[in-house]
């Protein structure tokens, strides 16, 4: 595989707001989109509540679920970004809700008897005007590496506003170096392994 293989992602933005609300979430995981356009990768953005992803940990929870679409996405897609606000310490309730959504995964496998999720690269972004990034990406990355994602290094991107604070991520008038080159990071070794995965799979059982 080359640079020049093509590769695809999907970024699942767990914002508690509708669109066309503004979101810090958006914000961050279309900059990781912008980063990831670089390494010849091309990708959608879904903002998670603006669909009814019915509460479960199965693949498909009957009439009404919009989440088998989701997945279908998710399936045609190489790298999986799953940003979140900072919610009192956490992810959001959307990003919990993504996870256990995935759960369903654990008894999906193919013909060889891998999940059907390995060989896909999943990374995180995190925003957050309180402190707790570290914890949700650690969260985050445990449950998708379970389901069977991998984690690329350096695969998580955060902001979060000094202690106390009240600033928002796209109220800034600048991406703070830090994070800019953070996310510049992440998106070259998500792609590097991801075409490394579909060089050479992941043997069956």
Same mark, same amino acid.
């Given at each position: 595989?080359?640079?020049?293989?093509?590769?695809?992602?999907?970024?699942?933005?767990?914002?508690?707001k509708? &669109?066309?609300?503004?979101? &810090? /979430?958006?914000?961050?995981?279309? #900059?990781?989109?912008?980063?990831?356009?670089?390494?010849?990768?091309? +990708?959608?953005?879904?903002?998670?509540?603006?669909?009814?992803?019915?509460?479960?940990?199965?693949?498909?929870?009957?009439?009404?679920?919009?989440?088998?679409?989701?997945? %279908? #996405?998710?399936?045609?897609?190489?790298i999986?970004?799953?940003?979140?606000? $900072?919610?009192?310490?956490?992810?959001? /309730?959307?990003? #919990?809700? =993504?996870?256990?959504?995935?759960?369903?995964?654990?008894?999906?496998?193919?013909?060889?008897?891998?999940?059907?999720?390995?060989?896909?690269?999943?990374?995180?972004?995190? =925003?957050?005007n309180?402190?707790?990034?570290?914890?949700?990406?650690?969260?985050?990355?445990?449950?998708l590496?379970?389901?069977?994602? $991998?984690?690329? &290094? #350096? +695969?998580? $991107?955060?902001?979060?506003?000094?202690?106390?604070? +009240?600033?928002?991520?796209?109220?800034?008038?600048?991406?703070? %170096?830090? =994070?800019?080159s953070? $996310?510049?990071?992440?998106?070259?070794?998500?792609?590097?392994?991801?075409?490394?995965?579909?060089?050479?799979?992941?043997?069956?059982?």
């Amino acid at each position: 595989m080359t640079e020049s293989t093509a590769l695809r992602a999907l970024a699942l933005v767990c914002s508690l707001k509708p &669109s066309p609300a503004p979101s &810090s /979430s958006d914000l961050m995981a279309r #900059q990781v989109l912008e980063e990831l356009g670089k390494h010849g990768v091309t +990708g959608d953005v879904v903002r998670v509540v603006d669909h009814d992803v019915k509460p479960g940990v199965e693949v498909d929870m009957g009439e009404g679920d919009a989440w088998p679409a989701i997945r %279908e #996405q998710m399936m045609a897609a190489d790298i999986l970004i799953v940003s979140t606000p $900072t919610w009192v310490g956490h992810m959001s /309730s959307v990003a #919990q809700r =993504v996870l256990e959504r995935l759960d369903g995964e654990l008894s999906e496998t193919d013909d060889s008897g891998r999940p059907l999720l390995a060989g896909k690269v999943a990374v995180a972004a995190v =925003v957050g005007n309180e402190d707790g990034a570290h914890k949700i990406i650690a969260d985050l990355f445990q449950g998708l590496d379970d389901i069977g994602f $991998t984690i690329p &290094s #350096q +695969g998580g $991107t955060y902001w979060n506003d000094h202690a106390m604070g +009240g600033t928002d991520y796209m109220e800034l008038d600048e991406t703070p %170096e830090a =994070v800019a080159s953070t $996310t510049a990071t992440l998106a070259a070794n998500a792609a590097h392994l991801a075409r490394a995965l579909k060089a050479s799979p992941y043997p069956g059982s």
